[in-house]
């Protein structure tokens, strides 16, 4: 039976869903699959398709928001550096669930100087989304300095956003504007998730300008000489604040399912500067 002849059958799929279930591994089942007589890329295909789809099966069940597609940088291969155009980028780290990535050598030192010595003088107390009007509010969760690049507002930002595009697959236009963040000793923000919460009364105001945030990169400026650092608490990882380096989290539900509860850990001595990236669904307005 040759690749061009098989056909990924009902009974196969049943099958697939029941080793997931008795908690085989994904490579246990492609050995089983490919020793049956199955051509490798169609037993990946048949995983992927009904894994995929019986998990959308049993979060539309258990009342979930359905997933959407997300950026994905190209790390499938697990190689040591990805392309992004202008800059060779080395891949650090990945994480399967929640979907993180950690980036080496995003930006350069001058680019990270660039970035803060334009900030500085726009400083102004952060402020978060506020998901019952859709406006923006101060947050005690968040006790940080910040402001906002234009999307394209001069040649470093543009560049930094085509590298980005390239680097995860996504649109630069689906990009909020970049956001610069001082965190001085003592500063901090408590977990919280990025996308905007369905059940909140300003959500639907705020999803009209480009859709849900579907992914986030934390971009580290400087680095504090403790603490400072991006915190998973669902997976208990904590991301270091190295300049030049990057966390990528992708969550393709505004539900906790994604595990992408994250926070910024106090700074405990030093200072730590910081370029945030949302991205959206749709082009962002």
Known sequence: MTATTQHITPELRTWIIAQAQAGQPAEAVLKAMKASGWN?????????????????????????????????????????????????VTVLQTMNNPRVVVFGDLLSDEECDELIGLARPRLARSLTVATKTGGEEVNDDRTSNGMFFQRGENPLVTRIEARLARLVNWPVENGEGLQILQYRPGAEYKPHYDYFDPVEPGTPTILKR???????IVMYLSEPEKGGGTTFPDVQLE??????????FSY???????????????????????ATKWLRERRFE
Not at 210 to 216: F, I, L, M, S
Not at 239 to 248: I, T
């Open 40 to 88: 490798e890329d169609v037993a990946i295909e048949a995983m992927e398709s009904t894994l995929r789809g019986h998990l959308e099966q049993q979060a539309a069940a258990n009342g979930l928001p359905p997933a959407v597609a997300v950026p994905e940088p190209g790390v499938a291969e697990s190689p040591l550096y990805l392309d992004a155009g202008d800059r060779r």
């Open 210 to 216: 480009g859709g849900q945030r579907v992914a986030t």
């Open 239 to 248: 991301v270091a604040p190295k300049r030049g380096h990057a966390v990528f």
């Open 252 to 274: 393709e539900r505004p539900h906790p399912s994604t595990r992408t509860l994250h926070g910024g850990a106090p700074v405990i001595a030093g200072e730590k500067w910081i």
